[in-house]
């Protein structure tokens, strides 16, 4: 069984690479999973797309690790802290 | 109202949505796009989640400034979900990323989606806040 890693090693070990996740734990507050385990990866992304089709479970997240965060959501008090320029 | 925050300095605004198809249920990353008439899926994810040509709901084509006009279908995720808003039986194109160059995405969040929002951007500060 494949190790739970965090987010931080995940981008430690697979940085610039396509990563499937499966067991994953992602509130929508966050830009990145807490924790996932990486079920398969590659830096090729139709090599990727073979190896994640095999044996695919059912729930999975796919992405491309680069540090580019999706959007992801903040509190009223963040936004209107950020909006006033305190943050 | 939901506050959301991007990267102000990044050069697209990326955003999750969750998909489901006949087998199988997906996290991919998408374009948030308003310049996309549709929303477009990459046709390898979309055939790993059970579609195929015989899923098809209507014949698509895509005209771009640089190039032939391309010839694609639709086919109907059982739900979708991006924003915090869940569309059921939502209609997506099934498109061929595989040769655009810019690659480390799924496909495009496009305004067939965004128009039923109603949301407010401020791009210097990364916050899109939806009503």
Known sequence: MKEKLTWEEIEKRYWHQWVQLVDFDWPDTEPWPLTAVVRVHSPDKREFNRLAAKDRPNSTARLYVDGIAPLYRISDEEAQAILHGSR | ?131
């Open chain 2, 1 to 131: 109202m939901l506050s959301l925050r991007f990267d102000p300095d990044a050069d697209l605004i990326l955003a999750h949505a969750d998909i489901k198809g006949p087998n199988n249920s997906e996290q991919v990353r998408l374009v948030f796009d308003t310049g996309a008439s549709r929303t477009e899926i990459d046709s390898e994810i979309l055939t790993a989640l059970g579609f195929s040509e015989v899923d098809k709901v209507s014949d698509l084509g895509f005209e771009c400034v640089t190039g032939p006009t391309h010839e694609t279908f639709s086919v109907e995720l059982d739900t979708f979900t991006a924003l915090g808003r869940t569309c059921r039986n939502y209609e997506v194109a099934f498109v061929d990323f595989s040769k655009w160059k810019k690659d480390q995405i799924d496909g495009l969040l496009g305004w067939d989606f965004i128009r039923r929002l109603h949301y407010e951007q401020n791009g210097p500060k990364g916050l899109l806040t939806i009503y």
